[in-house]
């Protein structure tokens, strides 16, 4: 087996130069995010992600163009993130839907404890200025259709109401964001399960299920159109 060092020898001066800037993106947005946990998502400074990679601010702009690059870089990463997590549970067919839910709900605000600056940039606006790039919205896009998509599939027989399946969906979402802002403001550094608001995903589902789960007129779910 070749070592570190042989299979290094094997790459070229361009490959080299590619790897060695992957690494040095990696390491600005990892100063990035550092400095948002500690200032604040909008509060990011170039000046200070400079000078925490040992970098001069305009050596920086050969990697970003600017402080809006940046953000849409991490709010693409947040994206994908989210993402990865929430197919877990869609793929998890052994879940019943009301447990299927519940773990996405409590998905969200742990996305919000173990990513606080991507979740800020995700799914708030700390930075009216800043809009992302046609790629990250087409990946958010893809999000979105995780979740919808799941809702889509088993919202008929478990969800009863004469609701249309947009009013519920967007019901759900503000409930699941308004629990994990709710968290975030009070008891950052506490996980789904403690603290005031924490501690409220299982009543949440609980009172959902007593709504919706009664045998009545199943949720109307239309087609959906395909993506122009």
Do not use: C
């Amino acid at each position: 087996m070749a070592t570190k060092d042989q299979s290094q020898k094997t790459l070229t001066p361009a490959q080299r130069r590619e790897r060695n800037r992957e690494e040095v993106t990696r390491l600005i947005l990892d100063a990035a995010r550092e400095v948002m946990r500690e200032d604040g998502v909008g509060a990011l400074n170039l000046n200070e992600v400079a000078r925490r990679v040992n970098m001069k601010t305009p050596s920086l702009y050969e990697y970003f163009p600017g402080k809006m690059a940046v953000y849409d870089a991490l709010y693409l990463k947040g994206v994908q993130l989210y993402r990865e997590s929430i197919e877990k549970i869609a793929a998890n067919k052994e879940l019943a839907f009301w447990d299927r839910l519940e773990a996405a709900i409590t998905n969200h605000m742990n996305f919000a404890y173990e990513n606080p600056d991507l979740f800020h940039l995700v799914f708030e606006r700390p930075v009216p200025q800043f809009t992302p790039s046609e790629k990250s919205m087409a990946e958010s896009y893809r999000m979105i259709q995780v979740t919808e998509g799941m809702l889509r599939e088993y919202a008929p027989g478990n969800i009863n109401t004469d609701l249309p399946f947009e009013q519920v969906r967007d019901i759900i979402i503000t409930l699941m964001q308004g629990l994990s802002s709710g968290q975030m403001a009070n008891a950052p550094d506490l996980p789904p399960g403690q603290g005031r608001f924490g501690r409220l995903i299982p009543g949440m589902r609980a009172i959902l299920e007593a709504a919706w789960g009664k045998p009545t007129d199943p949720v109307k779910v239309k087609k959906k159109p395909d993506k122009p």
